[in-house]
Structures are given as structure tokens and as C-alpha cells.
């Protein structure tokens, strides 16, 4: 079965992004990339810090109200209806609900081939990339690193640690049929 | 009928992005905003400046490729099944092919309420904000400034030469319903 | 006596930005852009929201401390060494202190030539730009739009209330010598 | 003698801007940064692409003209006037000219203390993470790697081939006085 969709799960600051550039760079077919990122930057700014949208804090606790909720749930459901509609989607998201997280991605594909990837790292290695990055709140990547993957079912995991996002994407796109 | 999509189309330049963040800030409900940039962000770095991707050259003339059209179809069909979904969408958008670009969004829209919004700026004045910008390819506003309404068909026209972004947010929020 | 350096003084979303664009596109010789936000840049991120550094309340508020204040004086000298060196150089400021924030600039000057140029913009008008932009803490802006000004001895102003960032920038290209 | 500056030196990619981020988080002082990157942003958008200015070929070999060259030169005694006027400065910095790169900030260094560092990264593994950035010419990396530390003393050097950027900023750190 051709692979449609490649979702990529992992904590801030894990290196899904880089990994997402290398896998459009080494797929020979052109992906196009969505991810938390780009759905938060297209949310309203005045859903950004606030109790109804995304609220970051001080100690990089990241909590999502209903808005935020409802918005996801739809962007969810168009992300695989680009799929659907003929485009090979790669997506890097963070799930904060963990198995709960994926079930939502579950129900809008149905019965559409998803490749399933796990990114780790080293939660004190993730932290020290949050620093050298500059523009995250420090803490994320700690709190994140073991808590998005709970209870999540992979096809693949990488491990960034002691890996290059080039590498990863390699053994990603092996896996890619 | 509820407004489910607001559809914005004008030249480079014309000052869509800032409508948007307006509309964004001024609609009582949260609406998320997608266009051709986020659109662009999304595609693999390989596909600029590629003859099948999209290529801008040295004038400001914009030309894309099959694999850019493939993906654009799948993705505004995305788009469209984000608002079927139940979110409020915001697009901008340019019709580099004018009637026959809105004719690919109304093939994917189907019955779905949408308020088409032009975007107008003369081209001189386009141009000149081309260069405040910095980081535009200049001669792109110019040549867009008309082309990209040629045979389309609006609810409404703004025009940005002599109106701020918020006023111009402001006459499109009165027509939502 | 030849200009050596242009100083644009002006609120948070006055247009000093897009003018000093437009002024490094018009001025026929190559002119280095500097300003308060490339100086936030250079500072580290744990400056950012700390007392001793650079605060942005809610309300759009702007605080700076001890060690803002001490960095930006060494960063005043040596902006001015790059014009004595001879560079030309077009700075964009923001004088929170208004006069005093200008006699920083003199004392650090010594005899070179100024063009001093003060960006004015109607604090309403400001405020809808800056929501515009999408970037920026609501009510900077306004807060900011007079206060700057206060006490500060300008060569000549331009007003972007009415006014398109290249057209102020053909008038401020007239005056330099 | 106390540090005043801390000068990076390595190719494209090699990991110097993590490095300083990381070095402006573990410094106890507050430390401004400056680079080549900031430097090129300074410069008129016509500087770009321009035989005078900076032009960077479709396989990533960079060329600079007498107008970059002559601005540079004015920026880096700036830079050194910062420092000498009291300000913690780093730099990163991609020396093209090797030895004589050097020897353009000895000049304007005079006495001033300086801590001198090397950022080595193997060829490939850049060329892997020029990939993971994808906002940066192909090609670069690789060109650079060696090439920048031709005729070059150190007072350290690091290598992010198999190194965090914390630890290498600590690594650093630990030689500033």
C-alpha cells in the first residue's frame, strides 16, 4: 500500500523539523509539510496566550483550551483530505495527549496508509537544544520528551540523541513504500 | 447562509496579509488563516526555483510547474475540507490565472458560503511597498496589480492605495454573515 | 558637510522600518541599516522579560534596565565609530526618553554629521498598523506615538499618516548632503 | 586580562549561532552578538546578488565585492568600538580569506582582549545539516568546511561533529577570563 502520510510525533525541540526538511530533500516525490508550527501561526494572535487558545508558560507548560480544540479538529480532518485528494502529506506534530493525541489523527484518516514515526531525545539533551535555539520557552523539551509518547503506536522511531536529522530521515524514507 | 470562508485575492504587494491579521484580530469568532505563503512554506525547498515547482524570475515574473499545480488542487481541497469540518477559514490568495484560478476554487468549494474579496492597489503605489518590504522580488506588484483580477467575479472590493488594512478589515467583517 | 549618518526617531509601528528599506533602495551610495530591534536581537534571550533588561508589559508598556541601558550606550559608541570609519550609516530609534534619548545620541556623536529625521504617525493610525503586523504587543503604539518626540530637535519630519514609506524616504533623500 | 570579545570562526552550518545563543545563556553577564548574518541584513537589499556587494552562487561559492569589503571594514571596527566602550561582545564570523580575515580584526582589535575560537565541523555532517535548515544555498557547507581555518590561530577549538552547542559554549566559557 503507498504511503499517503508520514506523522511524525515527538517533544519541542526533539528535531522534527529538521528531519521534515531532510525527508523533502531525499523523497524523490515533492511532500508538502504541515505541522503544529504552522497551524498555530494560523491562528488568530489573539488566540495565542489566552485561556480558550494556547497558553505557554512561564515554566514551559503548554495548555490548550476549547478553541484551540475545535480549530485542531478541523485542520486535522483537511490535512488528510489533501492527502486524500492526491498530495503526500508529512506532518510533525507533538501530542500532548499522548495515545489520545493519535486517535484523533486515527479517526479522520480512516483507512488511509500512514507511516507512524516516534522522534526521541534525550530530555536533557532537548533542553540543551532549546537553549541553543533561542526562541523557545525554556522547559518545553523537558516536560515534553517521554510525555508525548505515551501510549502512542509506532511504525518507526528515530532517535536524534546521537543521530543527524539526515540520517533519521534516511531510515524514514526507507520505510516509505 | 453563514460565511464559512472568506477567499481574498490580489496582487503581491497589495496588502492581503495585513487585511488578514486584521480580520483575524476584528471577527468576534476565530477564524484561521491559510494563502499562497503558507502554501509556498509548505512545499519542499527542491521546488523553488524549479521549473516543475514554482519559479520567480529576475523581473518579477512568476511562473509554476505541474508538480506546483498538482499539490495546489490537493491543498485547496484541503483548505475547503477544513471549513466543511466546521472551521472559519481565511484565504489570500493570488489568481495568477484570474477567472480560471477562481474557477479552481469553486470547483472545490461546491455549494460552501464563501465572501470573495478583491484586493485592489495601484500598481505604483504596490510597488512602492514592494521595496519598504524588502523582501520581495521587485517588479512582482507591478505586473500582478491588475492581472490577477482579470474576469473575476467579487462580493466585494477593497482597495488598499488610500484605506489602512484595519478600515479594509473592518467593510469585509460587515458583509460576513 | 556630508551626511555621515541618518537618525529616524519614532514610535513602534510609526513606519521607521519600511522608510529605512526604502532609503537603503533610493540613496544612490550603500548605506548599513541599525536599529533598536537589531540591537534586541543581539542581546541575550534571558534579557528579554527581566527587570535588568528589556520588559514589555501587557498593556504594551516598555521597561528598560541597568544592564539595557549599559549595553545600548556601548552599542550608541560604536554605531558611530562604524560612521566615523566610514561607513554611512541610517539608524532607526525609538526615543523612549525623548530628549535625553536624543542627548545620548549627541554625546556619543561628537561632530559628525547628523541628519536627524523624526517619523511621525497619527497614534490611531499606528495602532492599526501594529495590529496589522500581528507581531506586536497591542498598545505600544499609541502608548509611544507622542511620547517619543518630546523635547526632540528634528532636521525635518515626515508624517506616515498619509504619507507611503517610499515617498518620505525620496523627501529625507533630498536632505542628504 | 578580563575577555571583551569572543571571536567564532567556522564554516557555514558548523553550528556557530547555537553556539552563541547557548553562550549567552551560560555567560553570567550579559553578552551582545554579532555576525555575519546581522551584518548582511544591515546591507541594502541591491547589496544582494551584486557584483559589488555579496553574491552567493547556485553551488554555494560566495563572492564579495569593494562595496561589501569597505563596509565590512567599517562594521568591524564598530564592532571592536562596542567592546572597547564597554560591552561583552561575541561574533561569529565565516573567515573566506582565512589568515587575513584574521588579520582584518587584529588590526582593528589593537590590544583588546580576545578570546579566538574555531568551529570545526566534518564536511558531510554540515552538508547534512545545511539540508535540515533549508533556508541556506546547497553546497555551502561543504566549500567552507576547511577553507575558513586555512593560516587561522586559535585559542580553542571545538568540534559540533559529534558535540552539543551547550557543550561546546560551556567548553568556550570556561577559557573566558
Known amino acids: 500500500m503507498t504511503t499517503r502520510m508520514i506523522i511524525l510525533n515527538g517533544g519541542s ?19 508538502l509539510a504541515f505541522g503544529v508550527d504552522s497551524f498555530v501561526d494560523a491562528m488568530p494572535a489573539k488566540m495565542q496566550a489566552s485561556e480558550a487558545g494556547l497558553d505557554i508558560a512561564a ?17 486535522t480532518e483537511g490535512i488528510v483530505a489533501m492527502a486524500r485528494a492526491g498530495a503526500r502529506i508529512v506532518v510533525d506534530d507533538v501530542f500532548l495527549g499522548g495515545a489520545v493525541s493519535q486517535q484523533r489523527w486515527q479517526k479522520a484518516l480512516g483507512g488511509l496508509a500512514v507511516l507512524w514515526v516516534g ?6 539533551v532537548a533542553s540543551g537544544r532549546e537553549i541553543s ?8 523539551a523537558a516536560l515534553q520528551a517521554d510525555l508525548v509518547h505515551q501510549g502512542v503506536i509506532y511504525d518507526l522511531e528515530v532517535d536524534t540523541t546521537h543521530a543527524e536529522s539526515l540520517e533519521c530521515a534516511r531510515t524514514i524514507a526507507a520505510h516509505v513504500s
Open 13 to 31: 525541540s526533539s528535531g522534527k523539523s529538521g528531519i521534515v526538511r531532510c525527508l523533502q530533500a531525499v523523497l524523490p516525490d515533492p511532500w
Open 59 to 75: 515554566d514551559g507548560r503548554v495548555s490548550v483550551g476549547a478553541d484551540f480544540r475545535a480549530l485542531e479538529e478541523a485542520w
Open 119 to 124: 522522534v526521541r531525545c534525550e530530555g536533557e
Open 133 to 140: 535555539r533561542g526562541d523557545r520557552v525554556p522547559g518545553m
